[in-house]
């Protein structure tokens, strides 16, 4: 009977799903006001299958995360929001696509101290952000991507990275892209990296001024910067 009632219990354990800390937030409609937090591992706003729906004009979201393994999956089709991601962990994941709607203009932080991190944001890809304001800052002592992608009448993104890890294989790997007609304002780029090893590939390009700032400090980089009006 012991033996049967030991088998039980561990077939009961076997089965038992693991823990999961997931949220998938659907929503339209005028003037979000969005706040998520969550505290502990695998943390999940929205994933590849299944990303977070945002639609809706005037709308504002913060997303933090503390724990390893964060997922940001979000889709937004909005005409003006404010948005602000910060993660704190190692291996986060963020995926930001506002590319297939409406995303005039735009005003987005992400903050992510960890190692690890996959950072993607697409902007404006099939139609125009009319103004992109961006402030991106990670600090790891691994490997991070990042991606940035912005098809704006106007785009300015302050990128700071921070590496603190000992070897020049162990740096980060940046592509930024900001197209775009540019307005009378151009498009602006500044970029600090601290820490060895870096990839950074820089293109922007419009009709009017074009500028970047770039300032790096560590050995082994690699830099390529395409720039034309």
Do not use: W
């Not at 076997?14 to 937090?37: F, H, K, R």
């Not at 696509?97 to 996959?118: E, F, P, R, W």
């Amino acid at each position: 009977m012991k033996h049967l009632l030991r088998a039980m219990l561990l077939g009961c354990l076997l089965m038992t799903p693991l823990m999961a800390n997931d949220i998938y937030v659907t929503q339209s409609g005028d003037n979000l006001d969005l706040d998520i937090t969550q505290d502990g591992q695998n943390n999940v706003a929205g994933n590849s299958t299944t990303a977070m729906s945002l639609t809706g004009s005037n709308m504002t979201f913060s997303i933090s995360q503390v724990g390893d393994s964060n997922v940001v999956e979000a889709s937004i089709n909005g005409a003006t929001y404010t948005g602000n991601i910060n993660l704190t962990g190692d291996s986060s994941t963020v995926d930001l696509d506002c590319a297939s709607g409406n995303c005039d203009t735009v005003s987005m932080s992400i903050d992510v101290t960890g190692d690890s991190a996959d950072i993607t944001v697409d902007l404006g890809s099939t139609a125009d952000t009319s103004d992109y304001t961006g402030t991106i800052d990670i600090t790891s002592s691994n490997t991070e991507t990042f991606t940035l992608t912005a098809n704006a009448a106007a785009a300015d993104a302050d990128i700071d990275i921070t590496n603190t890890a000992l070897g020049s294989s162990l740096g980060n790997t940046s592509n930024y892209t900001q197209s775009g007609d540019g307005d009378s304002a151009g498009h602006s780029l500044t970029h600090s990296h601290t820490g060895e090893g870096a990839t950074i590939d820089i293109s922007q390009s419009g009709v009017y001024d074009t500028i970047v700032d770039l300032t790096t400090s560590g050995d082994s980089h690699d830099i390529d910067i395409t720039q034309t009006d």
